[in-house]
């Protein structure tokens, strides 16, 4: 327990260091959407895994993708600056993509609290189809 809270200091820590370091860059938008960002995925991933029409086998990754997200073992060690979340995101990253490759940029989209430019960018760089099928 005390590995898992001393994780999370640790992760809020760097959080809020970049969200400073930017906001000192004059990168206000920047800043927030690296600060709404880990909230917004979490609800995203809560909200996709509450569909029913998303698949049993995509609700699994899902899954593991917060626990994978809420455990203190990673590959890279949190308190590395900047690669330390990188696996975290990376991780996301691949499941999201698997899972709008089955149900479609709609259903992420409605779901996603962020900004639509943010989820915009992933479909584009995921290369994610406008239409399944």
């Known amino acids: ?6 994780t999370l200091a640790i992760v809020v820590g ?13 990168r206000g938008g ?5 600060a709404t960002f880990l909230p917004n995925l979490i609800l995203l991933f809560r909200g996709l895994w509450c569909d029913p029409r998303v698949p049993r086998g995509s609700k699994l990754l899902l ?5 994978w997200l809420a455990s203190p073992i990673d590959l ?3 308190f590395v600056p900047v690669v330390g979340p990188l696996d975290d995101a990376i991780v996301a990253a691949l499941i999201l993509r698997s899972v ?7 259903v992420l989209a409605e779901h996603w609290r962020g900004d639509p430019a943010t989820l915009d960018t992933f ?6 189809p406008d ?3």
């Open 30 to 34: 920047t800043a927030r959407q690296v």
């Open 131 to 133: 239409e399944l099928g």
């Open 100 to 106: 709008a490759r089955r149900v479609g940029k709609s």
């Open 14 to 26: 760097v959080w809020v260091v970049l969200i400073g370091a930017l906001l000192l860059a004059g």
């Open 76 to 78: 890279i060690p949190e």
């Open 63 to 67: 899954g593991f993708g917060l626990v």
């Open 1 to 6: 327990m005390h590995t898992l809270v001393l």
């Open 123 to 128: 479909f584009r760089l995921a290369r994610i």
